[in-house]
């Protein structure tokens, strides 16, 4: 049988890390919430992720306390991955201001951007794994579906 | 390593939906799993893996298992595909 060389993102989702990671998608509304709902529809159920949808006017010195004080509060104790969509844009900026405070209250956050469904589906594929794991890949993930298909 | 030729009968193939209820099966057994499709072979733990075969209404995949609850693995991956992931009466 022909065997494909699998990368190591692609082996077995086993979990590294017993707590996990809190797992929250911050973009252009209605992006955030479109993407959890079509998780939840992939599998069938519903899925512990946090979509925050920005919307028009939003800025990072306006937004980050609401964040940082609602992403401490659901902390396990194994950090933040937070994925958004535009580098530059709102989002991404109101992500990278959060991080920032988390970092000062020792909470690990790692910003991740372009989010699309594959980098969501995948995180959450291997959600028990840490911190830094888990960033790696939602970035393979991310750019695992992107190819030119005709 | 056991192994089985399982047909995708469903009328959708393996679409998202489908690769989500497989991964979830396969993910419930300590055996390492494997799914092939003509000459690619992904863990079927990996949702993007096996949504990435595209495995379309009459494709024959190949199930591989190993470990120590391998042929109960291959039994329930067996009677999802038999169910049509649920999704036809």
């Known amino acids: ?150 | 390593m056991p192994q089985i030729d399982l047909l995708v009968s469903n009328k959708l193939g393996l679409h998202a939906r489908a690769a989500g209820k497989l991964t979830k099966t396969a993910g419930q057994f300590t055996s390492d799993i494997f799914i092939t499709k003509e000459a690619r072979r992904v863990n079927a733990k990996s949702i993007m893996g096996v949504m990435m075969l595209a495995a379309g209404k009459g494709t024959t995949v190949t199930i591989e298992a190993e470990g120590d609850d391998a042929q109960e693995a291959l039994q329930e991956i067996k009677a999802l595909f038999d169910d049509k992931f649920g999704e036809e009466a």
Do not use: W
Not at chain 1, 10 to 30: D, F, G, R, W
Not at chain 1, 36 to 65: M, N, Q, R, W, Y
Not at chain 1, 128 to 148: F, M, V
């Open chain 1, 1 to 150: 049988m022909a065997k494909e060389r699998m990368t190591p993102a692609e082996q077995s989702p086993k979990p590294s890390c017993t707590t996990a990671v809190v797992i929250a998608v911050m973009a252009h509304a209605p992006l955030a919430s479109a993407l959890k709902e079509v998780a939840e529809h992939v599998f069938g159920e519903s899925v512990d992720i946090t979509a925050i949808d920005v919307l028009p006017g939003a800025c990072a010195a306006d937004s980050t306390g609401a964040l940082v004080t609602r992403l401490s509060g659901l902390d396990r104790g194994a950090g933040v991955l937070l994925l958004t969509d535009l580098p530059g844009a709102s989002p991404a900026n109101i992500c990278a201001t959060s991080a920032s405070a988390l970092l000062n209250k020792t909470i690990g956050c790692t910003v991740i951007t372009g989010v699309n469904v594959s980098m969501l589906l995948r995180v959450l594929n291997y959600r028990h794994q840490s911190l830094d794991e888990l960033a790696q890949q939602a970035i393979e993930g991310g750019r695992q579906t992107i190819a030119r298909l005709t």
